[in-house]
């Protein structure tokens, strides 16, 4: 299972973008790149998906780097409701989906 | 527009005791699991199911069983809970087990004195 670095935690102004990090260096070449949320005292929660190309869907856009050894997810416009813990999930199958402490996000208002 | 359902939402148990938790889903997936979430922690999957009648083991598979005889629903047990088991408790599914979103219970919180 590849291996992920996000950061801790990070803050935002609510209305402005957001770009989340993640570094997966040992992705495999099958291994798609999913992003999961977890809103407080929910479950977590599928936010977007991909393998090579960049991804837009209505919550959020998915940048992934060339080599596939980072991805960005980008909230275009951060509203309260966004603040959650973010997890970047480098796996083909969902057995082997790995969370980890992922980014905690805060959106202020 | 049920989704996945877990019962009970919150119990607390004495240790030594057994209990069942109850996850269904009603968008007839093949695939079911069981995860774990402690205080400021990631998931740890426990037990996960490919289909009705098979079971495998997760990450953290001690002191916990798990049955799938039908294709809605996938059961949690603990024979003997330990204070170490005190958790949250997720449920999930997916249609297959590879790039298919998976689909979240709310959770149950078990508490173990």
């Known amino acids: 299972d590849a291996k992920t670095t996000q950061p801790n935690s990070m803050e935002s102004n609510e209305e402005e973008p957001v770009h989340l990090p993640c570094n997966h260096s040992?992705?495999?070449?099958?291994?798609?790149i999913h992003w999961y949320r977890q809103l407080p005292s929910q479950g977590p929660e599928y936010v977007i998906h991909?393998?090579?190309s960049n991804v837009n869907n209505r919550m959020a856009s998915l940048a992934i780097a060339e080599d596939r050894k980072s991805s960005t997810l980008i909230l275009h416009r951060a509203t309260l409701r966004d603040a959650a813990v973010y997890y970047c999930?480098?796996?083909?199958?969902?057995?082997?989906?790995?969370f980890g402490p992922g980014t905690r996000l805060s959106v202020l208002p | 527009n049920a989704g996945v359902t877990q019962t009970p939402k919150f119990r607390v148990l004495k240790t030594g005791q057994s209990m069942t938790l109850l996850c269904a889903q009603d968008m007839n997936h093949e695939y079911m699991y069981w995860y774990r979430q402690d205080p400021g922690m990631g998931l740890r999957l426990i037990h996960y199911?490919?289909?009705?009648?098979?079971?495998a083991k997760g990450e953290v598979p001690d002191g916990y069983n798990v049955s799938r005889l039908k294709k809605q629903n996938f059961l949690l047990g603990l024979e003997s809970a330990a204070p170490s088991q005190t958790s949250v408790y997720f449920c999930?599914?997916?249609?297959?087990?590879?790039?298919?979103?998976?689909?979240f219970g709310e959770g149950s919180w078990l508490t173990v004195v």
């Open positions: 999930a599914s997916s249609y297959r087990a590879s790039w298919d979103t998976i689909y």
């Open positions: 991909g393998l090579t």
């Open positions: 199911s490919v289909g009705e009648g098979t079971t």
């Open positions: 999930i480098p796996a083909l199958y969902g057995q082997n989906f790995v």
């Open positions: 040992t992705i495999s070449g099958t291994d798609y």
